[in-house]
């Protein structure tokens, strides 16, 4: 059996393959330099071209730009109305923007637990956490995997509550046949560099209803209600400020950006959907890890594969799995520490125990390195690191 590399032996690879990172070409560099020689270089032409563009892709009406998937939720969250007193279902397995957008705005996060095959929000669980109080749902495509939406749209319905979907993972996926960003009252998406197209920081919101885009653009732009080209168009100085808002606008050279990279979405997409392929029969072998279930209605997009350890069969902890792993030059990490467990949220009263399948899942996590730009070489080289160091801790 070869030595693992933390143990002093030859590491599988001789750099280190990150988790993510983006992919950006010369046609994009170009986009870019060719706002950056023009007149706007903040909210300009290609801001509207990218909204367009980006509300085509996912078949909606709206599509608003933003300066990162954390304010796409927080504009979301004010767009749903959400105040002081009002409580938000929302679940512990995600990122921590998914739950401080409703803080932002001074409403009270419901953490509700999740399934345990695709670590979404369980809607029986969701259905649970409703009171009198509550005003919306924030469900997170874990992954990449949509949510499911039928069943959290019906809730909806019942409890007349606004559904929002944090697409931040889901850019490119699709349920029952339609993509992520249709599928709810309002859907955020980030333009991270780890995320599925970027804009190296940037956001964006989707909907179909108009007063609510119109919201959103009032967010964004600290709550006035014009910009400067309609009042040059006006021929006027006149504007007010109606609601408290943000600047939260996204420049123009990163809306060029991001039109380059939608070109691209499919194929990358596609690409993601490869490498989790490989993985998943690669590893279908190895009673001491499970792949990532997949579910025959919806199509992931592969922001993350994670794999859960079965720690039974291992002799030692997922921190020896992960230092033995990043020995190897594999950039794995662990997607998430469950948010009520953040010191913020515990000081605020939420206590540990409560969702028990979110928090016996993180214990067995690991994110592998998946992104468009590996080549196949990577991929064998996560797959050998991966076999050579189970094998040698099972
Ligand atoms: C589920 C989820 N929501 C929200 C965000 C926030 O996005 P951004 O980093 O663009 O602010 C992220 C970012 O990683 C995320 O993973």
Known sequence: MPELAIHGGVPVRERMLPYSRQWVDDDDIEAVVRVLRSDWLTTGPNVTAFEEAFAAWVGTEHAVAVSSGTAALHAAVFAA???????????????????????????????????????????????????????AIITVDYTGQPSDLDELRALRERHHLILIEDGCHALGATYRGRPVGCLAHLTAFSLHPVKHITTGEGGVVTTSDGEMAARLRLFRNHGITTVPSQREAAGSWFYEMTELGYNYRLTDFQCALGQAQLQKLPAWVARRREIAARYSAAFAVIRELETPPVLADRESSWHLYVIRLNLEYLRVGRIEVFRALRAENIGVNVHYIPVPWHPYYQKLGYTKGQWPVAEAAYERLLSLPIFPAMSDQDVEDVVKAVSKVIKHYG
Do not use: H, K, W
Request: overall charge negative.
């Open 81 to 135: 109305g959400i105040g002081p007193g009002d409580e938000v279902i929302v679940p512990p397995m995600t990122f921590a923007a998914s739950a401080n957008c409703i803080r932002y705005q001074g409403g009270t996060p419901i953490f509700a637990d999740v399934r345990p095959d695709t670590l979404n929000l369980d809607p029986v669980r969701a259905e649970a956490g409703i009171t009198e109080r509550t005003r």
